[in-house]
């Protein structure tokens, strides 16, 4: 009887175990995964909204109008002027494939549900009124968005700007983009699927790419902490490290230069050294301080930047120090790096929406600069601030120069699985901002297999959006 | 003072009733009196209900409360989700009490119980013969017996006799279960554990062949607990849990409606228009109640297939909140703990076996649907014990929380005191 009682004990416990489980995976679910399930096209409940609310619009920060909703109940029809420019941004919002971007992360605002909604809403119940759904207000320019995507023209790529002083996100274009209308989606909606271009993944937020020279920045800030890298160097043309060669751009010969002359000419040769003379703890530590492997909160899915090494030997560290080997960063996370040297060595919070606002005018919602990351000490930053000065006045970063600014800059030829194997596939890439003693813009431009150097093909448009940016105020 | 103390959860029970009813009958205009009517009905069959137990001494008082406040919520919900398919559960639900105190009383007047042993397989085996002879198939399971205007689930009642043959068979080989001889087979003595794990595997045989994979789980669960208390021999506990594994195994790989939902539970979302449709629409109610609950009325659980039998829990998780399917599932754990609080206390293995017994049922019933929609393990359709709606599941189960009274009211003659 002693033992009986004893194994129903057991049991008790067993079961206590099963009823917790189920307690523990309803609020799981709530907290963690119930999100990224409720836009599902087949919850009709979000129509069910969508149908007594009028959807909120979208404006940018002029109070431009990016979408909007025409028609009302069940007939609304989602239109967006300006076609495909803010398809990666904006996203779209269609009754057969769901919705995407601010249209999915926003969809309770635009259509104001919220706890007490019903409660609220039982006026325009009983008066029959159609609800009106919040409208948002985006830090996004509308002239320098156009602007962005006119200079990527059919290239693929992405650039983003930013304020680097409060993490405002001034335009944020992605190609290849597509057409965001509920009818065009229905056309050509099988046909993007499958693309081998991944017409459906914003490469601003979401593309990863090896940073390749635009690293180097990083690199130059850490191994200023460290002392490191203060001599002069010989640059020969390459270098071989562990057994790995390492050459310069068309293995060009800088001959004997300091690491400011280095990051100008952006010399393999001198940073694959510093790389292994920083060594592995510094370069992570920086990495980290960065926001590297860590999540980027941001108005819309960013994927996080990587640092995939779990030990480095010498041929990492100096793949690492030119920012090649398995390094993978978005062009958002390059924005930000620009921008943290920007701002004294504080990178702040990215953010797009600016403001919620109801149907009667009043603000729900204000978004508030936060700080993301420290970089670095500002006296740090203004070092590197000023060796990516001389990037631009003299080095491989001459065409992002700007008459009477005084820009900062940095190229980048990332190496990458393709230009491995074919010619002319390096991503071209420039990163900058200006103006470099109180900087208000920072730009990450990044070519996707362009074939040619960020110097050449990527600077110029930092030059052409800043130059936009700078005259707007 | 004390009285009033004492009252306290009947209380609750008719403030629910009061709160649930009233909403409903100001959300629909027009206003429609027979809600009001039912909601006065609902409190008053639990007020007599608890009157019964309290007068006549019926031992243990939380029991009864626990499922008259499951009824309630139950009853609520269908009132909401369709008004005839209300008052139908309110008519059960009567039927239910009265069969609670009926089943109660019997079985403290007549001690045959006990002798019944092969009694029980047998009316089982009648019972499946019946359903597979006769038997009438809705939703694509040949499990259901029409009799006049009525539909039953045999399957409900198979597992309360499959308890009751256990604790009989028990109490019939207390002291010698590992030593008796049940029969020989020339030189080969059949000992009582070979004869529980026959009856047990047929009865699972009888539901996998019926198709009811929920009730199958759950009567193995309760077999298994069974065994591991009240069977020493621990060689025998490690082959039963081989034979279910490897026929669970098989079943995951070679039936394929067992695969369909295997793959349905680890990925619904690959086929969300036919396969997993089910499962995302439950999971898109629970997820749209949030913590809160849209507030009765006020959300869509009518999108959700099946969701006045196997899916009302997600119904009560998106119009009450996650908070009231927590509120849910701890009066199922309420219960289970009261019930194994009564079978500790029983020194008679009879009784105490079958008090045991009926609160695993209960228990694992509800674990298995409440588990199954909500994703954390397969979905397998069995009803949620006293709020699924369906005349065989609640009179049923009140009929076995009638027997769990009775038992908790000691043995007859002394108890009543």
Known sequence: MEKQNRRIIHVLIFMSFLFLSIIVYLTYFEIFEKDSILTSSYNRRQWEKEDTTQRGSI???????????????????????????????????????????LEAKYNNELLNIWEFSPVTGLSNLLKGEQKTGNDLYLTLDHKLQKKA??????????????RPKTGEVLAMVSKPDFDPSSAKLAQNWQEMVESADHPFLPRATQGLYAP????????????LENGVGAGI?????????????????????????????????????????????????????IAARAGMNR?????????????????????????????????????LFMAMLASGIANDGVIMKPYMVERVVSPNDTVIRTAQPEVFSRLTSPEIAAQVNKMMQSVVETGTGKSAAIKGVKVAGKSGTAENELSGIQKNKEHAWFISFAPADDPKVAVAVVLEYGGSTGGKAAAPIAREIMRLSLSEG | MKAVRRLRPVILIILVNIIGFGLLYFYKKPYDNYILLAGLAAIFLIGLGYSVIKFAKLGDGYLFLIAGMLSSMGIIMLYRLDRDLGFKQIVWFAAGIMLFLVSCLLFRRFRIWERLVYCYPLASLLLFAVTLFFGRSIKGAKN??????????????????????????????????????????????????????????????????QQEWGTALMIFLVYFMLFYVFVNDRLYLIINAVLASAGGLAGVFLVNHIKIRVDTWLDPWKDIAGT??????????????????????????????????????SAICEEMGIFGGVAVVLLYFILTYRGIKIALSIKDQFTKVLAFGITLVFGFQAFVIVGGVIKLIPLSGVTLPFISYGGSSLVVSFIALGILQAVSAGPSGKGET
């Open chain 2, 276 to 313: 997993g449709y089910q499962i995302t629409q439950s999971l898109f109610a629970i997820g749209a109640g949030g913590f809160f609950g849209t507030g009765l009325g006020l959300g869509r659980p009518d999108f959700i297939p099946e969701v006045e039998t196997d899916f009302i829990f």
């Open chain 1, 149 to 162: 995507e006119e200079l990527l023209g059919n290239k693929n790529g992405a650039i983003v700007v930013m």
């Open chain 1, 233 to 285: 160097y010989d640059d020969n043309g390459s270098i071989v490290i562990n057994g790995m060669e390492i050459s310069n751009y068309g293995k060009e010969a800088f001959g004997k230069i300091d690491m400011t002359g280095a990051l100008a000419v952006s010399s393999n040769v001198v940073f694959s050294q510093i790389g292994v003379a920083l060594g592995e703890k510094n370069i992570r530590d």
């Open chain 1, 295 to 331: 999540d980027i909160p941001f108005d819309i899915n960013a994927s996080s930047s990587r640092f995939p090494y779990k030990t480095m030997g010498k041929t990492d560290l100096a793949a690492v120090g030119i920012g090649q080997g398995r390094l993978q960063v978005t062009p």
């Open chain 2, 144 to 209: 259901w017996i029409i009799i006049g205007q009525f539909s039953i689930q045999p399957s409900e009642v198979i597992k309360i006799l499959f308890v009751f043959f256990v604790a009989a068979f028990f109490k019939l080989y207390e002291g010698k279960f590992s030593e008796a001889e049940v029969f020989r087979i020339g030189k080969l003595a059949v000992r009582p554990v070979h004869v529980l794990m026959a009856v047990s595997f047929l009865h699972l045989g009888f539901m996998v062949i």
């Open chain 1, 212 to 223: 390749g020279s635009t690293f180097k920045v990083l690199i130059s800030a850490a191994a």
């Open chain 1, 59 to 101: 404006l940018d920060r002029n109070g431009t109008v990016l979408a909007y909703s025409k028609g009302t109940g069940s007939k609304q029809e989602r239109v967006y002027p300006y076609g495909r420019l803010y398809s990666q941004v904006i996203g779209y919002n269609s009754r057969a494939y769901g919705k995407s971007q």
